[in-house]
Structures are given as C-alpha cells and as structure tokens.
C-alpha cells in the first residue's frame, strides 16, 4: 500500500527559531500533499494544499508567510514553521493524495506519522 | 463535504465484532463515505472507502444503506491495536481536502 514518511518525528526547538518538517511519498508520485495541524485533544485540521510546482493553498487563519510550504518533486514536500512560537506546538501531520488507478482506489489520501512539534 | 454523525465513544469486548456508525444524511450522489482510524500520537491510517455498495477488505467491512444516508463500519474480530479514534468522512471521489470531525473513540477492552 502506499507508505507517507515524515520526518522528523518530533523536534524541541527555542522560540524564535525555525523549523523543517519533511513529507515524503515512498512507493508512489504525489502531485498533491496536504498539511494539517492537530491539537491535543481535538481534530486534524486542514492548513494548506501543496500542488507540486506551484504555490500552496492555504486555509483561512493559517499564515502563509509563517509556515512556508514547498513541493519540489513528486515525493516530496517540506512544510517550515519560521519564527516558531509555544503556540506552534502542535501533532503536525501531512498527507499525500493517490489519483484514480492508485492503490487505494479513487482518490485516497495517505497520512504520515506525524511529527511532534515542542516550542519553548 | 457532507456532514456526518457519529457518537463520541464505543467500548468492545476483544475478540467480538465491532460496529460504527455513521450517519450521513445530506451526502450527495458523488460523495463517497471514507473510513479512517488514529491511534493514539499517529497519522490516521486510510481503512476503507465505498459509495453504494458494501466494501470489504483485510481490515473491515462497510455496510452503505440502500438511501446512502448511514453506514456502518465493521472490525469482525477487535483486538486491543484497534483502540483508535475512528473518522467517518463523506467527500467526493476527486476532494482535494477531508474533513475531519470529532470522530468516535473505539476502546477495546479485555
């Protein structure tokens, strides 16, 4: 089946500094990848589309200067939280859409494993 | 997106057959009914998607009424590695996004 990796899996950084998390698709070309955000205790929320080679959509209320997102090839896309702050912390998580003919069937998106993201 | 129902919380006996619903009343005929599961500090992982007819494959079954409106996601024989939250999802073939709800806590029990 089709395998997301993202790394790294958890990061502490200092506040103010920035930070990359990497989405990778392993066994299979992802033209589309998503970004979301989850907080403790509550949904995954969407924050960004990424197209491979072009800009990335964001949702409303996500910045798109803060957190930079950037889909250079087919398996691979790489979301930056610049100036982080202690409200950044957050279970970051990216996905990466299969098209029709894919593994799963009609469109299925893929989830990585998250990455843990701690700002002091 | 349609959106979908689904209760807050489920206990299961291990071994037994879990059942989730999902209700999904205004879904539109192009809509299919996505089964996602999170465990606890992991990215959710894709289970199984139908849109008329009932699905099954190695993990679950989804059983899709006649009118579309609810639908059930079947674990035949739960384990403890099933405690997850579970995501009903009702999006089109082609969504660029999903939309996540508060899900339903499924506890396995021993």
């Known amino acids: 089946g089709a395998v997301v990796s993202q790394h790294p899996s958890r990061v502490i950084c200092k506040s103010g500094t920035s930070v990359k998390i990497e989405c990778r698709s392993l066994d299979f070309q992802a033209t589309t990848m998503f970004w979301y955000r989850q907080f403790p205790k509550q949904s995954l929320m969407l924050m960004a589309t990424s197209n491979e080679g072009s800009k990335a959509t964001y949702e409303q209320g996500v910045e798109k200067d803060k957190f930079l997102i950037n889909h250079a090839s087919l398996t691979l896309s790489t979301l930056t939280v610049t100036s982080a702050h202690p409200e950044d912390s957050s279970f970051y998580i990216c996905?990466?859409?299969?098209?029709?003919?894919?593994?799963?069937?009609?469109?299925?998106?893929?989830f990585g494993p998250g990455t843990r993201l701690t700002v002091l | 997106d349609a959106k979908t129902t689904q209760p807050p919380s489920m206990d299961c006996a291990e071994g037994r057959a879990a059942n989730l619903p999902c209700n999904h009343s205004?879904?539109?005929?192009?809509?299919?009914v996505y089964w996602y599961r999170q465990i606890h500090s992991q990215g959710p992982q894709y289970i199984i998607h139908?849109?008329?007819n009932n699905e099954t494959n190695e993990m679950a079954s989804l059983i899709i009424t006649e009118d579309r409106k609810s639908s059930t996601l079947i674990l035949p024989h739960a384990t403890l590695r099933d405690t997850a939250v579970y995501y009903c999802?009702?999006?089109?073939?082609?969504?660029?996004?999903?939309?996540f709800g508060s899900g339903t806590q499924l506890t396995v029990l021993p």
């Open positions: 999802i009702a999006a089109s073939g082609s969504a660029r996004q999903l939309t």
């Open positions: 205004t879904i539109s005929g192009n809509e299919y």
């Open positions: 996905s990466a859409r299969v098209g029709s003919g894919g593994a799963g069937g009609i469109d299925t998106q893929y």
């Open positions: 139908g849109l008329k």
